[in-house]
């Protein structure tokens, strides 16, 4: 098979030798480099030609949490990680089959997680005697036989970089700069990538600084027609297009899809929105993403400090808008009083924690799920609050419109847990109907209600079904009202220091929490009923959970699995569900806080399975976990 060409050299592609052509269903790469080698803008671009040619995708981006770490050193490395398939997958893949490493410390990071046997392509020009002795490597990897078990492909990308612009009148650091797009166009040409998507993008991310434009593509011309001319590579892959649900897709991420949740719950809702929010990783693009359609009526206020932006978003409610607010675990630590104030007040509010590894300042770039009973009990007195968490990227927009519901439909703030590994993730999106889409609208109180003569109008008048109370924009006439942080009297709203009244007033927040409708949790069982045992997580640890009971299913070993987007309050036939097993296994990156809160609730012994290390469970771990756990429930069984 040959390539399709028009052209040759520095300019267009060319195809001028026949290679062998592998058929795969999947491939794992993963892009990795010093941070300032543009790795993630590397894999990125690699992604989006994947998503256009049709595969399945998931994708996992990781990098340092300093601004610039020290050049060619460990902590400096950043990665990105993307797994596309001809058919549907669940995680962004437990081990690259292909490591692209530009730097020694770049493989010295991620050769542990490549597979006896797999490709490693490295960039031989930053193999110096400084480079690997910062790393720690005494003798050079490439010479020294360590990678004797490994396809390793050698390649001067910074020499062969600087050979195809050397015409162009950049500079040799400049020159350099361009690596990324060589590395590009080979991993480009290896897998049958289509090429004209990351050349129009170029021309746009530089359109102002066409020199630049046009470098980085000569650039990706010249990686591609190293892989279509050199004798290394005598094989190129394909992975056909996934068969997925008919409709129009887009790549999306997390914090993409929660930011476009928002708009349309401002559309469906017909209420604007206001975010006010504090700028914190890795939350942050959802502020800028949302910052982009103020014709739908978004403002975007990026406040001094997290406890101004929920406050201006609390604010927003009162005045009739929907207030929402974003940041991640050290920032809900500031919100709390504000989040508090919000459940005396029985506004609606969107709190968006995009989880990362704590405590304190932790891992500001790390993935983690240890939010969880902040999210539940972080607040004084007794305060409760509805917890939504989304299960992947695309789902983050449906997320963002159920906390929508819940805080519109009840008057309540509502934690929405995402996290790091979904925020920065992504994955095809089914756009969907506008049509299809919940109607939000909401009624604001124009008349008086008080239950006597007076003709006043009463904030805290509830509404029978949902005890929602009734919602005044200021300034209607006739419905002037008092609310605030002191215990308001029932129906009133006067502020009351009777006993049973904040006893009745306490209860009745309680009620409105635990009354709020949520669907039943839905469980995965192709056995019919077979499976003993069953996995239950929420959040990111859908994929991975959902992956490795896959692989625990072909060994022919059943088990059922569940995931939960309600965390409070729970679906109502979880404990149902929860006694019909005679093992409940819950991975979670925590130290165990869904066990706790389901061991309390229900009275079931569920089996513990926690990770703390940044990193997203990988299907294999959690396929041995499940299947030491059904053999001994199976041996215990048969005592």
Request: proline share 6%; charged share 20%; glycine share 10%.
């Amino acid at each position: 098979m040959t390539t399709s060409a028009n052209g040759s050299g520095n300019g267009a592609l060319s195809a001028t030798r026949p290679t062998e052509v592998s058929q795969l269903d999947r491939v794992v790469i993963r892009f990795a480099g010093d941070s300032g080698d543009g790795m993630q803008l590397t894999g990125d671009r690699f992604t989006s030609e994947a998503a256009a040619f049709g595969n399945d995708l998931s994708t996992m981006p990781n990098f340092p949490a300093e601004i610039r770490a020290p050049q060619g050193t460990i902590p400096g490395v950043s990665s990105f990680q993307v797994h596309f398939a001809d058919y549907d997958i669940l995680t962004p893949g437990d081990r690259p089959d292909v490591l692209v490493a530009m730097n020694p410390a770049a493989l010295k990071a991620n050769l542990g997680d490549v597979p006896q046997g797999g490709t490693v392509i490295v960039n031989t020009d930053e193999f110096t005697k400084r480079n690997l002795t910062k790393v720690g490597y005494e003798a050079d990897p490439l010479d020294s036989g360590a990678l004797e078990s490994f396809q390793v492909h050698q390649v001067a990308m910074s020499t062969l970089t600087q050979g195809a612009l050397a015409d162009t009148g950049l500079g040799k650091k400049d020159a350099e700069r361009c690596k990324n797009m060589f590395a590009l166009g080979l991993l480009s040409w290896m897998y049958h990538r289509p090429t004209e998507g990351t050349e129009r993008f170029l021309r746009e991310k530089f359109a102002k600084k066409p020199d630049i434009a046009e470098a980085n593509i000569l650039a990706f011309r010249a990686g591609w027609n190293y892989g279509e001319t050199t004798e290394s590579f005598a094989t190129t892959f394909e992975v056909a297009p996934a068969k997925l649900a008919r409709g129009t897709y887009r790549q999306i991420t997390g914090n993409t899809a929660l930011a476009y949740g928002l708009v349309a719950a401002g559309q469906q809702s017909g209420l604007p929105i206001l975010l006010g929010t504090y700028p914190i990783t890795p939350a942050s693009d959802i502020l800028h993403e949302l910052s982009k359609h103020k014709n739908f009526g978004i403002l975007t206020f990026q406040a001094e400090d997290e406890i101004a932006g929920i406050g201006a978003a609390l604010g927003a409610s009162y005045g009739g808008a929907l207030g929402v607010t974003s940041t991640s675990g050290p920032g809900v630590a500031l919100k709390s009083e504000t989040i508090g104030l919000g459940v005396m007040t029985e506004l609606p509010l969107v709190v968006i924690d995009v989880q990362r590894g704590g405590p304190s300042t932790g891992l500001p770039t790390k993935t983690e799920q240890a939010d969880l009973l902040q999210a539940m009990f972080g607040r004084n007195g007794e305060s409760p609050v509805p917890i939504v968490a989304p299960c992947t990227p695309a789902d983050c927009f449906d997320a963002a419109l159920e906390a929508t519901r819940i805080a519109l439909t009840y008057r309540t703030p509502v934690l929405l847990l995402s996290d790091g590994a979904i925020a920065n993730g992504s994955e095809p999106w089914l756009i969907p109907d506008v049509e299809d889409l919940p109607d939000l609208r909401v009624e604001f109180a124009t008349e008086p209600n008080a239950t006597n003569d007076s003709g006043e109008f009463w904030p805290y008048v509830r509404d029978p079904e949902t005890l929602a109370r009734a919602w005044a924009v200021p300034g209607t006439a006739g419905l002037q009202h008092r609310i605030g942080g002191l215990e308001k009297a029932d129906g009133t709203g006067h502020i009351s220091y009777d006993p049973a009244n904040h006893d009745k007033m306490v209860r009745l927040r309680q009620a409105k929490i635990d009354g709020i409708a949520v669907p039943d949790v839905a469980v995965d069982d192709p056995s019919g009923g077979k499976a003993r045992v069953l996995a239950l997580g929420w959040g990111s640890s859908y994929g991975p959970i959902g992956a490795a009971c896959r692989r625990v299913r072909k060994q022919g070993m059943p088990i059922a699995q569940a995931h939960l987007r309600h965390l409070n309050p729970f679906p109502a036939n979880l404990g149902a569900v929860l006694a019909s097993y005679d093992k409940v296994v819950v991975p979670e990156m925590n130290l165990g806080q869904l066990a706790m809160l389901l061991r309390a609730r229900y009275l079931v012994d569920v089996e513990s399975y926690t990770k703390v290390a940044g990193m997203a469970f990988k299907a294999e771990e959690l396929q041995g976990v499940f299947t030491d756990v059904i053999t001994a429930t199976s041996e215990e069984a048969a005592k």
